[in-house]
């Protein structure tokens, strides 16, 4: 079946350091979206990318996917501690219906 | 609005109990979803469904029944809970399927099977 992974599993960072986490799927993907998950909270959707090479920003995070459609990206710039959580991404295998592959997360710490 | 409502919102199991987990929506989704959370594993889809009266499996459906007799309402069952089982249960909802709607999450439901 169709596989998400993502890395950095964990990453620890100064405030105003920046951060990437990277999302691979072992499949074409139809769409990816991302999600942020605060510590004991529930995800909430950030964005979907659905073209090729798509780049969206969101004030310091960009999201880009990738020209094949197998990998995605986000970027924070200058992290704040408003940033820690855990990120997702969750793609969609192209002729999929219903239904999201949720990645691994990458886990964010910030520290003053 | 309250979004998606999941009770209870912990719960201790003996081995061999049997549970419900309750989910309820109030923004007229068609999809809902169940998933569980286990460290390192990300989220993964237990049973959906896609409307009103309709179930499926998802990729890890062994132990669990659900049923979606109400538009607004998942309820997930585990007939004979296992330590396995322990874990954080969120039910998601879209508006439509197709992997291309934002999901809305509850606030999830830690189950501890001892």
């Known amino acids: 079946g169709q596989q998400v992974m993502q890395i950095p599993q964990y990453q620890h960072v100064q405030e105003g350091e920046d951060f990437t986490t990277y999302c691979n799927s072992s499949?074409?993907?139809?769409?990816i979206q991302w999600y942020k998950q605060r510590p004991g909270g529930h995800p909430v959707f950030l964005i979907q990318l659905v073209k090729s090479g798509e780049v969206k920003k969101q004030k310091r995070l960009t999201f880009q996917f990738g020209e094949a459609k197998k990998n995605s990206s986000l970027h924070i710039t200058a992290t704040q501690t408003t940033d820690v959580g855990t990120y997702f991404c969750a793609g969609r295998g192209a002729g999929t219906a219903s239904k999201l592959t949720f990645g691994t997360g990458t886990r964010l710490q910030v520290t003053l | 609005n309250a979004g998606v409502t999941q009770t209870p919102k912990f719960r201790v199991l003996k081995t061999g109990q049997s549970m419900t987990l309750l989910c309820a929506q109030d923004?007229?989704?068609?999809?809902m979803y169940w998933y569980r959370q286990d460290p390192g594993m990300g989220l993964r889809l237990i049973h959906y469904s896609v409307g009103e009266g309709t179930t499926a499996k998802g990729e890890v459906p062994d132990g669990y029944n659900v049923s979606r007799l109400k538009k607004q309402n998942f309820l997930l069952g585990l007939e004979s809970a296992a330590p396995s089982q322990t874990s954080v249960y969120f039910c998601?909802?879209?508006?439509w399927g197709g992997g291309n709607q934002p999901q809305h999450f509850g606030d999830g439901t830690r189950l501890s099977i001892l």
């Open positions: 499949t074409t993907l139809s769409n």
């Open positions: 923004m007229n989704h068609e999809y």
């Open positions: 998601a909802s879209s508006l």
